[in-house]
């Protein structure tokens, strides 16, 4: 198991105030700058120019189980004008390349970038970008879905983020404080892999098979058990081999205490027409497992047929 380390700060606790960029407000990131502003910080959303004019205007409002019904003020622009502490990247893959000019990376050289995106690959992207001692792989678990600019829905009675143990340990441990005190539960851990590969091999199976099937997590467990449990394997298999956690088991038990309704953020923005991150799920998946030497025919049967879709 990945060591992990837990912020000296108490819960609830604001360590020293900090300046944060969230990039893409949408449904991560909006949930995001509405618990951090709510805390005390100080918060600028970068976003395009409807998204700007509604934050502005109304503010995040949020309606969330375990959060409860708020309205968060933030200042919002289109292009980041100032240095902050904390860039919070949380835009899908699709939209990666763009969203990366309204951050000029001289604005980030004292602070760090947290991007929060599925996948793997993003990460030599922004690295590239904005220097590698800047950058914490991070990911995070909740379903939180933007129904309009400015108002976030959160699904999940859960908030998680893993951070890497990369850069300062220093900083690194001050950015899982903010966000523990904001509310979300972060932990730090060592393994960059188990960061990353923990995520993507979870995430992949349930991503592809719910939108292949146009099915939430009930209907895949009920109708689609043994596609499931073979995916499961599958991905767990390309993710051994690259250094992460490999527990086929503990995925699939974890598929089975979701709410029979659960959607994949893939599947809502099949629902929506939204371009779909196939690439950065499936296709990173495809690469390491060629790249590896590991045998992953079933995802490569699902990756032809949505693409065919």
């Known amino acids: 198991m990945p060591s992990t380390a837990t912020p000296d700060h108490e819960p609830g606790v604001l360590p020293p105030a900090l ?23 100080r918060v600028i959303c970068i976003a395009g120019e409807e998204t700007t004019r509604a934050l502005r205007r109304d503010g995040i ?19 980041l004008r100032e240095p902050v502490d904390l860039c919070l990247v949380t835009v899908k893959q699709t939209a990666l390349d763009a969203a990366l000019d309204r951050t000029p990376a001289p604005l980030l050289d004292g602070g760090i970038v947290v991007p929060l995106l599925n996948g793997i690959e993003h990460m030599d992207t922004l690295r590239a970008r904005y220097g590698a001692e800047r950058v914490v792989p991070g990911v995070i678990r909740v379903e939180s879905t933007r129904t309009a600019p400015g108002v976030i829905e959160q699904g999940s009675p859960f908030l998680d ?31 960059e892999n188990a960061v990353l590969w923990g995520k993507l091999a979870f995430l ?37 081999a690259a250094g992460g956690p490999a527990d086929a088991a503990q995925v699939l038990s974890r598929y089975d205490a979701f709410p029979a ?37 079933l995802m490569k049967r699902l990756m032809s047929e949505l693409r065919a879709t």
């Open 261 to 297: 309704g659960s959607k994949s953020s893939m599947l809502r923005d099949a629902e929506a027409g939204r371009p779909l991150e196939l690439d950065a799920i499936g296709g990173a998946l495809l690469r390491a497992a060629e790249q590896l030497g590991v045998q992953t025919p």
């Open 19 to 41: 300046t944060v960029a969230v990039l893409g407000p949408g449904g991560i990131g909006g949930l995001l700058a509405a618990l951090l502003s709510r805390a005390g910080c």
């Open 161 to 191: 983020i893993d951070l890497a143990a990369a850069a300062s340990r220093e900083a690194v441990a001050e950015v899982a404080a903010l966000l523990n005190a904001a509310g979300a539960n972060t932990r730090v851990i060592e393994d």
């Open 61 to 79: 409002r949020v309606h969330s189980g375990q959060f409860g019904e708020f309205t968060a003020a933030v200042e919002a622009d289109t292009l």
């Open 204 to 240: 992949a199976p349930f991503a592809l098979l719910t939108t292949r099937y146009r099915l939430p997590i009930g209907g895949i467990r009920s109708e689609r058990r043994d596609e499931l449990t073979a995916l499961v394997e599958e991905t767990s298999a390309v993710s051994r």
